[in-house]
């Protein structure tokens, strides 16, 4: 199977491309790298291209270097994944799959930055399944649990009506509904993935819109402030990302016909910011934690209802929350 993973450098990616290497696929990966990190690739054979235009000459040395291509190995394409190019080569039917993860993903950088965001995350995004449309099997798209907004129902159902409170939030649903019409109108498969709150390794800490988890790590290693937003009451469905990278196989290797259904992918419990950082103190007894205000957008509680991804995909969220973060903190170096 070939499969082209947008934003395969960044934190999702990069897991869903090791898995899916270390499965036999054969892995390309588009990122402009305003997020991304070559180093996420470590421990796999990985080849880079500077920009898409380079894909010409790439197919041109392919068909004449046949020895050479019986080597494993990732294709990186350092540009952006709605380039003309790599468009066109979507067109070709050159992969069986896309897996879109690129995004701009943080709340509070789109209610800061709406025209940019909505861009990137609607109007880009409807290209590529323009590409994709007749020419790949299925596109397994990232979408994200902000849909809800402050859902009263927990767990969460997917039948929940959306109210999205942020641009970006507001920018997911809107996919959502395209993707359901793309569906009805063209030769297309969509697959909707509601993520919850996913954390792990290879997430880094060190922006101000980064994760709770990725930004206390951050502090910890450098002997840094954690910051805590608002009185910490709130509570997340924390998602490890090997069960993200596992609904998102599941997703492409399924007979199903979704024509844009949508799932959630979590773990189907919730654990508060204060719950962390008590662990946290517990563990690392000199750490300091200073008081900030409420982020703007952010809702106060998500739990997922995951028995539809479980039923009709096998999905099974294996890592919980404690692993998890014993798991994330060994990444960061600082589990000791």
């Known amino acids: 199977m070939r499969a082209l993973i947008t934003g395969g450098c960044g934190f999702i990616g990069s897991n869903l491309a090791s898995a899916l290497f270390k499965k036999g696929w054969k892995v390309t990966i588009v990122d402009d790298m305003s997020n991304g990190h070559l180093e996420l690739l470590e421990g796999l054979e990985f080849r880079t291209l500077p920009n898409a235009w380079f894909l010409d000459a790439l197919r041109d040395f392919e068909k004449t270097n046949s020895e050479f291509m019986k080597r494993d190995f990732i294709t990186v394409i350092q540009d952006d994944f709605s380039n003309s190019r790599v468009l066109q080569s979507v067109a070709d039917g050159d992969y069986d799959v896309v897996f879109h993860q690129a995004a701009v993903p943080r709340v509070s950088y789109s209610v800061e930055n709406p025209a940019e965001t909505t861009y990137t995350n609607i109007s880009k995004t409807i290209s590529l399944f323009e590409a994709a449309s007749g020419s790949t099997k299925r596109v397994v798209w990232a979408s994200s649990s902000s849909v809800y907004g402050g859902a009263e129902t927990m767990p969460t159902p997917e039948t929940q009506d959306k109210s999205p409170k942020s641009p970006y939030a507001w920018q997911k649903s809107a996919v959502e509904d395209a993707a359901k019409i793309f569906c009805s109108l063209y030769d297309i498969d969509i697959v909707c993935l509601r993520y919850f709150n996913v954390f792990g390794p290879g997430q880094y800490g060190d922006s101000p819109y980064s994760t709770a ?74 750490i300091e934690v200073v008081s900030a205000p409420w982020r703007s957008g952010d809702v106060m509680h998500t739990q997922a209802d995951i028995q539809k991804v479980k039923s009709e995909l096998g999905y099974d969220p294996s890592v919980r929350i404690w692993e998890g973060l014993e798991r994330t903190l060994q990444w960061w170096g600082i589990s000791e």
Request: charged letters at 25%; proline letters at 3%; one cysteine or more.
């Open 213 to 286: 988890i990725s930004a206390w790590c951050n502090a910890i290693k450098t002997s840094s402030p954690l910051r805590s937003d608002g009185d910490g009451t709130q509570s997340r469905d924390l998602c490890y990302v090997d069960n993200v990278v596992q609904a998102n196989i599941l997703a492409a290797e399924s007979d199903i016909k979704f024509d844009g259904r949508e799932y959630n992918i979590a773990c189907g419990d919730r654990t508060s910011n204060n719950e962390i950082l008590n662990f946290l103190r517990e563990r690392f007894p000199d």
